[in-house]
């Protein structure tokens, strides 16, 4: 069995991101139907994640520090942050996320734990405990899809020539 942080090395990006109440069976859409979002895992243990409403609104200026506090507070709302250290539970095939700064801030020191599921380049995560959102317990789940690495043709290209 090959190690669950060999599995999730690399980058994912985001294919949807739902909330379940406990309890409950309705489907939940907090940032939309059409979310974005990338998660990173390092091999050096670190990993980070964004999620995002798909098309927020804009600001007037490009200096944040001139944006008025209602539309950071809206734009809070529409997204998810956070990065930290991250450790593998290969039994119970969970991540651990040590999170070290956040959007959040009471996330801050905190750890999330999330069961880990593959099929082919398709990653599934859902949260092992439940976390709070608009005032009620829910478990988050994300299907995220492998980035491939590009593949440079010219260069490529370019290395054979000279190998001749």
Partial sequence: ???LKNEIIGSWKLLSYIEIPVGGEEYLFPLGKNPKGILIFSPDGYMSVQISVKNPV???TDDRYSVTD???ASRAKEYIGFT???TVDNVLCNVIYHIETSLNPNWEGLKQVR?????ADILYQKSVEPIISNGQK???YMTWQRI???IDVERIGEEL????
Wanted: glycine content about 4%; hydrophobic content about 30%.
């Fill in 138 to 140: 829910v478990h988050a």
């Fill in 1 to 3: 069995m090959a190690s």
């Fill in 70 to 72: 209602e539309l950071i």
């Fill in 115 to 119: 069961k880990m599921d593959f099929e």
């Fill in 148 to 150: 491939q690495k590009e």
């Fill in 161 to 164: 020539e000279e190998s001749y």
């Fill in 58 to 60: 804009k600001y007037n």
């Fill in 84 to 86: 930290g250290k991250y």
